[in-house]
């Protein structure tokens, strides 16, 4: 039976925060979607997190040890965020015996179907893939679940979860990016499109959602944490530019909604480029 590892950080946050209402979603939704699967897949739930954030943890979730550094570590920032570094998260699932890892968001929930939705993908080939989500309205919480399950709502460019062969991560170049700030999802995505033997973006399929879409991180407070997060993006794209020649065109290709400019170039031969390129399986 397919073995998968689904990863993800949780924080302990006050009213105040987003997560607040959306992680006991997520922590919800996902032990439906292990439950829905189990009969075509193992799936091991899991977490990472600081020391402090355990009490808000469910027994459903095994636990990793607690990450021992933050991005507050590597640089002083006036705004103290203690946002845990992308690599870090990821090598605490290649702990366990297991053939794909799933990276998400804590703030992502799942559909019922999603690990057999990862289950029909991988046995396609994919040995990576990104799942963008659907951004629903923010009227939902735990107690409206399957209200939010039945509402489609709209696409939404950014990565925020990601499946890929355990094998790869020995391949991954993220120096020190750290989530909850910009260009962490477009590092991993760039990774894994360039790495994997067979990659796919799905962007429509209504997998996994979103309750709202105020993108706290935009806030400009935090404007320091995504100039630092671009210095170390600019670090992973320059060692990856040493290597694969079509960098430039996965990046455009992924940045197309960058700046909510939806599919700025699409351009015929740009695409078919594109596409031929992502979907490649050597």
């Not at 979603?25 to 897949?41: G, L, Y």
């Amino acid at each position: 039976m397919l073995k998968i590892t689904h990863i993800i950080n949780p924080v302990k946050v006050t009213e105040s925060s987003d997560l607040y209402v959306a992680q006991p979603v997520t922590f919800k939704s996902m032990q439906k979607a292990i439950n829905f699967a189990k009969e075509n897949v193992f799936v091991e739930l899991a977490t990472t997190q600081f020391e402090e954030d355990i009490e808000i943890i469910p027994d459903f979730f095994t636990k990793t040890s607690s990450l021992s550094r933050s991005v507050l570590d590597l640089k002083d920032f006036e705004t103290k965020r203690k946002l845990p570094l992308l690599k870090d998260i990821l090598e605490k699932a290649t702990s366990f015996d297991t053939d794909y890892i799933i990276y998400t968001n804590s703030d992502i929930a799942l559909l019922p179907h999603f690990y057999t939705f990862v289950e029909e993908k991988i046995k396609e080939g994919y040995d990576a893939f990104v799942i963008n989500r659907r951004t629903i309205s923010k009227k939902h919480n735990l107690t409206t679940l399957n209200a939010a399950y039945s509402e489609i709502g709209i696409n939404h460019p950014g990565f925020d979860c990601f499946i890929f062969n355990k094998s790869l991560f020995k391949e991954l170049i993220l120096e020190n990016i750290c989530i909850g700030a910009k260009f962490v999802g477009l590092a991993l995505y760039l990774n894994l499109s360039l790495k994997a033997k067979k990659f796919k973006e799905f962007d429509e399929e209504h997998v996994t959602f979103h309750i709202g879409n105020d993108r706290v991180w935009k806030q400009k407070q935090f404007n320091e944490y995504e100039a630092y997060n671009q210095k170390e993006f600019k670090k992973i794209k320059a060692k990856l530019d040493e290597n694969y020649t079509d960098v430039d065109v996965i990046m455009k290709f992924a940045l197309r909604y960058w700046n909510n400019t939806p599919k700025e170039i699409e351009l015929p031969v740009w695409k078919k480029k594109i596409i031929s390129f992502l979907t490649k399986t050597n």
